[in-house]
């Protein structure tokens, strides 16, 4: 089975927000990442050439080419279905308001691609070209260059305890309104098709029929 790229946004939590994510029409061709470092240059009259002092690790960079059409489809302005909902994501957002100083920001996001990748980071740029038009001038045709720089290091991410869900841990979801299997598994293990874990775990048999309120077991995948 394809696996189709998706671009998610996230509370402060670091959880995938319903109804905020945008599936990729057509999987990027290529994902370019970089990374750079800070250095200084130390004083060593004695030398020619004198020795680097390191100062920082900079954050890493994803750089991807992604293609919208709704030319072969529904023939709607393709901002209004797909880019417009990517450019929303680098709005600022009251829900990121930094308490201290009362200054809000962008989201952090989620490019995630299968179980192979995934990149939690913030927009830094979009490039947006349009190349097919409508007679009227609708656009139905376009090409978005995206930029995302890292937010969180997983080498250095501090471990979970059990009782929050790390190594021989488990979590409890309580459902709400419009949950299911797949949604759960997304926001938990970043794969909707892990949602046989759930249901396993908790002996479902009426798969569709989540009641809001009930508690489900999450199984550590």
Excluded: C
């Excluded at 959880?15 to 130390?42: A, C, D, H, I």
């Excluded at 892990?194 to 048999?205: M, Q, S």
Aim: proline share 7%; net charge positive.
């Amino acid at each position: 089975m394809v696996e189709t790229a998706t671009i998610v946004k996230l509370d402060p939590k670091g959880n995938p927000v319903r109804g905020e994510s945008v599936n990729v029409l057509f999987n990027p061709k290529e994902l370019t990442f970089s990374k750079s470092n800070s250095w200084k240059q130390g004083i060593t009259p004695a030398a020619n050439v004198p020795s680097p002092e390191f100062t920082s690790g900079g954050a890493a960079t994803l750089k991807i080419t992604l293609f919208f059409d709704t030319y072969m489809g529904d023939r709607v302005d393709v901002r209004e279905k797909y880019t417009n909902k990517i450019y929303n994501m680098m709005h600022l957002d009251p829900k990121w308001t930094d308490k201290k100083n009362k200054k809000g920001r962008p989201p952090n996001v989620r490019f995630q691609w299968g179980r192979q990748v995934g990149f939690d980071a913030v927009i830094t740029s979009i490039q947006q070209r349009f190349t097919l038009f409508l007679p009227d001038g609708t656009p139905v045709r376009a090409v978005l260059d995206v930029t995302f720089s890292q937010v969180n290091d997983p080498l250095y991410k501090a471990a979970q305890n059990p009782t929050s869900g790390g190594i021989g841990g488990e979590r409890v979801w309580t459902v709400k309104e419009g949950d299911t299997l797949s949604w759960i598994a997304f926001s938990e293990y970043n794969d909707p098709n892990e949602w046989r874990l759930i249901a396993d775990a908790n002996r479902l048999t009426a798969i569709r029929r989540l009641t809001p309120g009930m508690r489900l077991v999450i199984p550590n995948a």
